[in-house]
């Protein structure tokens, strides 16, 4: 099976500007969750999707938002960007949802925030 | 907030040394996670070992789980310089919200050939 893919691997924004990235998981994988990554933060989880519902969310403002289609792609959405969302951002994908079994993860998206 | 936390911060070994990273965490856990992550690129999963285990196996990793401590510790054996990478350990709250992995700060481990 091909493995979790994300676009784009690279992007870069200015301050003030939106932002949507995409994720399309393991097929058959109805789960998707996001995690943002800073060297000061460290992996941070932004929110998980499983059959198109948001199941849980973390702590973070209301301009990180996400969505996932029929398919199990997801979209995730930074809005009003700010120099601190610079990060990578990481989706990984499961059968089920929650953590009792493995993630797996794509390569991520690099975004810059200038 | 951070569940687990590694220690060390930092391992630099020679190729063909051990390497032994622990993690900390807070909470009681269904299961712990170690996942390693090369430079900026997506996490790996490596091993998973539930609470009710003490010890587990794959290839060069072995995994210990002290629930009473909470603790764990990752050894790789006979190191590599292909080995060097981040490593992370990840858990879920017990009867927390489910869906998300909670990680530390990781262990950034450096093979030196």
């Known amino acids: 099976k091909a493995g979790v893919t994300q676009t784009p691997r690279y992007l870069i924004k200015t301050r003030g500007q939106q932002v949507t990235l995409s994720c399309s998981p393991i097929s058959g994988h109805r789960s998707v969750s996001w995690y943002q990554q800073t060297p000061g933060q460290g992996l941070q989880f932004l929110f998980e999707?499983?059959?198109?519902?948001?199941?849980n969310k973390g702590n973070f403002p209301g301009r990180f938002s996400g969505r996932q289609f029929s398919n199990s792609r997801s979209e995730m959405n930074v809005s009003t960007l700010e120099l601190g969302d610079s990060a990578l951002y990481l989706c990984?994908?499961?059968?089920?949802?929650?953590?009792?079994?493995?993630?797996?993860f794509g390569p991520g998206t690099r975004l810059t925030v200038l | 907030s951070q569940q687990g936390e590694e220690d060390p911060q930092a391992l630099s070994i020679q190729e063909g040394e051990n390497a032994t990273m622990n993690c900390s965490y807070k909470?009681?856990?269904?299961?712990l996670q170690w996942y390693r992550q090369n430079s900026g690129r997506g996490l790996v999963h490596l091993i998973l070992i539930r609470s009710n285990e003490r010890e587990k196996h794959s290839g060069r990793l072995r995994v210990t789980l002290d629930t009473s401590k909470k603790s764990s510790s990752l050894l790789i054996t006979a190191s590599r310089a292909a080995d060097t990478a981040s490593y992370f350990c990840?858990?879920?709250?017990?009867?927390?919200?489910?869906?998300?992995?909670?990680f530390g700060k990781g262990t950034k481990l450096s093979v030196k050939p």
């Open positions: 909470t009681s856990i269904n299961n």
């Open positions: 990840a858990t879920e709250n017990y009867g927390g919200s489910q869906g998300n992995l909670i």
């Open positions: 990984a994908s499961s059968p089920t949802s929650g953590v009792v079994d493995r993630q797996f």
């Open positions: 999707y499983f059959s198109e519902t948001q199941r």
